[in-house]
Each structure stands twice: as C-alpha cells, then as structure tokens.
C-alpha cells in the first residue's frame, strides 16, 4: 500500500512503515493512505478520492470533525492513548505544584512567603483523585497515583469497574464524584457532550479546597465559570495545560495568580510525537491491510 508521511519530518514513522512492509511515496496524490504529521502552520489539506486511511496525530481530534474533514467514506485513525504516559506525569507535575506552592515561591523574590507554604502546603497522600475520562491518560494517572498513596475514582461514560482504578462511577454521578474527591484531573476527549462540562454546577459540586487539572482540551471547561470559581474560592486553584480560547490572551484573568498554573499544550510535546506515535502507526498499518479493526480506529458515529 502506497503511504504518504506529511507535511512535516517523522524519521521513525517513515521507517516503522518501511519495515511493515509499506510503500513510501513522495506526495498525497500518489498515496492511498495518509499519515498526517503535526507541524506548527500546516492545514490538513484536501484529500484526493482514492485516499483510505487517514492517520492522525493527534488523540484530540474535535477540529477536524468541526471542518468537516473527517467523514465515514474512508477509514481514519488518531493518537489515542499514545501520549498517555507524558500527559499524565504532566498532569501529576500540575497538581504537585499547586499542593506545595510552588507558584507563590516562582513569583517571590525574598523568604518571606515560608510561613503562608508552612501553613497552607498539603500532599497526595490519602486523597482521593477523580479522573474524568477512563482512556489511556486516565489509566496512566491512576498507575501514578498509587505510589503517592492517593485513590482513584474514574469517571466513564458506562461507569464498569477497571483494574486500574480504585472506583469507578458513570458520567451520570459526576456530581457525586466530585463532591466526594480532594482533586479532579479532567481528560475527556472533547465532543459535543463533553464541551463545557465543567461550569457553574460543577465547581459548586467540588469540594472546597479542591483543585482542577485539566489536561484534556480547553473547552470541556467553562472558562468564565473557572474564573468566577477562582474569585469566590470555591475551589483551591487549577492546573491548566490547556484553555478556551487558546492561546490564552495576554491580560486574561487567569494569568498571574498564584493558585494558578498554566502551560502552553506542552503536556506533550511536538518534539516527541514522532518517536511515540511510529509503532502505532505500523501497527495501523498492519491491521488496515489485514482487514482488522486499528488500535486507534476513530469512531466516526461517537467523535473520537
């Protein structure tokens, strides 16, 4: 089968193909098959009629079906669970900065903030984390958490047990979820179901002196509705490696504070996705050709 790799430079996909026995052509129209490389200032172009499969390298992938690029007439597959482990240790990194201060300390110039730290630090060990959304960054938060001696609970679309976490409730009780844990980890994929569903009700449910992580996509969270949350401290403080809108504006109530922290969409990084995401998409590849269902096949009837 005959596989474009672009726009960008992804050695180790290029060469995790060749090794599965692909054919690796210079451009989209010689191609039946598409791997999209993630490069800052690239569209996702038109696809000529004969391309069957479209891999993404994304695990978010709300924009392309919001531009109507993805549709059920060929096969496409994402970055889902690719990422998981970076995400969450970046997810992790977000919330042990909030409990220990570091934001306060970052924007300090002298010792004096030592007895607010002293008075206000607190730890992991014994909370309890809800994790909204049950895939694969969910599933590597959980596997951290354990050694900081926190419990999961993950919040899923069918609520079913899973291994890995501690418990497990249905997007139905997320009310219940949140009133009952110390911190929540937001990691949805973004969908029409899932676009702002964090707002007023939700931060009213947490519990106060909880803090908000969200490593999914900015617009699962209501930013106005976290600010005014910020305002009146219902809740502690948050953890955003993601925002709505993004790029953050300059000047936006959320910058500054030292309940806080922002990051770019760095949890994981572009420098990495090629590395990551090569041996999924050999194995795409492999299933694709054999007729198979792939690791990451999107679903196109759900969105993700």
Known sequence: MRIFVGFGDYPHTV??????????V????????????????????????????????????NDYFADGHIT????????????????????IALLLGLLHKHPTMVRADSWSPRAH?????????????????GGGIGRELATMLRPFGARSLAVTRSGEPHELFDATLSISELHSALRTSDHVVVTVPL??????????????????????????RGEVVDTDALVRALNASSISGA????????PLPDGHPLWGRDNVIITPHTANTLASMDELLAPVVAENYRRFIAGERMLTEVDVAKGY
């Not at 730290?117 to 959304?133: E, F, N």
């Not at 953890?239 to 993004?246: Q, S």
């Open 15 to 24: 060469a995790a193909l060749r090794a599965a026995g692909a054919t690796l």
């Open 117 to 133: 730290l002293d008075a206000s630090t607190s730890w992991l060990d014994g909370t309890t984390v809800a994790i909204i959304g």
């Open 191 to 216: 969908t029409d179901a899932t676009r702002r569903l964090f707002s007023d009700a939700e931060f009213d449910a947490m519990k106060p002196g909880a803090h908000l992580i969200n490593v999914a």
């Open 26 to 61: 210079s451009s989209i129209g010689e191609a039946e098959g598409f791997v999209f490389t993630q490069t800052p200032g690239t569209d996702f172009p038109a696809l000529p009629p004969h391309i069957r499969w479209v891999q993404l390298p994304s695990a978010g992938i």
């Open 72 to 91: 059920p007439d060929r096969r496409w597959s994402n970055a889902s669970g690719v990422y998981g482990r970076q995400v969450a240790e970046a997810a």
């Open 239 to 246: 953890g955003l490696d993601v925002t709505d809108p993004e």
